[in-house]
T-cell receptor, first 115, second 117 residues
């Protein structure tokens, strides 16, 4: 089954404790992206990757890191989480990013609570 | 800059009623795509439809239909004979501008639809 998977789905952590949210897709997609969803602010892009070893900042990259060592994986790293990073996180992928010519498919989401 | 407005924050209907969710967008691109996604209470984002700006024909998929009107920059979504399982937040989205920024989707704030039995 074609899908985007994220782990963990739920996470409660404390301020400053490094964490990684994994994202994997099995569709051989070149493009992957991370969004966060917050009440009243909607969905905002954190980072994206056009292909292996190519990543770039989205609208709200502060406090996050990413890497794209393999085509299928795009982990999101919070080196020192803070309470303002409490959010619902989505990973997305598409065959290419070309202005919507390809549909972006989203993972199931990761609910993160930083105490 | 790209912008998507979903003016209806919340809509509540009774089962079997028809309901239309509005989406108005702004873009300077002459060619673009529009999307609708559904977010059920379980939280995932489910792709519903992608439309090309060249194609203004209405699209129908079962109880779902979409009305795209370029003249009014609207891409409205209608659910016919709504069911409780349609209860969700619905998002309209459009890619960022062709000249940089097209690598993301710009989402509206969403419309929360509640279908009561």
């Amino acid at each position: 089954e074609a899908q985007v998977t994220q782990n963990p789905r739920y996470l409660i952590t404390v301020t400053g404790k490094k964490l990684t949210v994994t994202c994997s897709q099995n569709m051989n997609h070149e493009y992957m992206s991370w969004y966060r969803q917050d009440p009243g602010l909607g969905l905002r892009q954190i980072y994206y990757s056009m292909n292996v070893e190519v990543t770039d900042k989205g609208d709200v990259p502060e406090g996050y890191k990413v890497s794209r060592k393999e085509k299928r994986n795009f982990p999101l790293i919070l080196e020192s989480p803070s309470p303002n990073q409490t959010s619902l996180y989505f990973c997305a992928s598409s065959l290419s990013p070309t202005s919507g010519e390809e549909t972006q498919y989203f993972g199931p989401g990761t609910r993160l609570l930083v105490l | 800059a790209q912008k998507v407005t979903q003016a209806q924050t919340e809509i509540s209907v009774v089962e079997k009623e028809d309901v239309t969710l509005d989406c108005v967008y702004e873009t300077r691109d002459t060619t673009y795509y529009l999307f609708w996604y559904k977010q059920p209470p379980s939280g995932e984002l489910v792709f519903l439809i992608r439309r090309n700006s060249f194609d203004e024909q209405n699209e129908i998929s079962g109880r779902y239909s979409w009305n795209f009107q370029k003249s009014t920059s609207s891409f409205n979504f209608t659910i016919t004979a709504s069911q409780v399982v349609d209860s969700a937040v619905y998002f309209c989205a459009l890619p960022g501008p062709l000249q940089g920024g097209s690598e993301k989707l710009v989402f509206g704030k969403g419309t929360k639809l509640t279908v009561n039995p």
